[in-house]
């Protein structure tokens, strides 16, 4: 079951409660008898393993299948084509002397 916490807007007092998902929130504060709102918080999450990529759990076909869209698939981003882009300038051949 999961706890939550509540605060009292009229005395200040936090309390934490285990409530089924299916139960009402508490809406009165058992101490003043004020009324209490729910807090909420930020959850600390820490995935572990593998499976966390759309890659790690594909069969090799998927993958395959993958790999081809990925490369067949033209990206509006990039802006510039591999056709655009200037080739590799090829080096001089080094001289030889043959005496």
Not at 41 to 46: D, E, I, L, R
Request: proline content about 5%; some cysteine; overall charge positive.
């Amino acid at each position: 079951m999961p706890t939550y916490e509540y605060r009292c807007a009229d005395c200040g007092r936090e309390l934490e409660v285990q409530q089924k998902f299916s139960d009402d929130p508490l809406t009165v504060c058992p101490t003043c008898q004020g009324r209490l709102n729910k807090v909420f918080s930020a959850v600390g999450v820490v995935f572990k393993g593998s499976g966390f990529y759309a890659t790690d759990n594909r069969s090799k076909k998927d993958k395959g299948k993958a790999a081809s869209e990925k490369s067949g698939g033209k990206s509006e981003k990039s802006g510039a084509k591999s056709a655009d882009k200037p080739k590799k300038a090829d080096k001089p051949k080094k001289a030889t002397s043959d005496s």
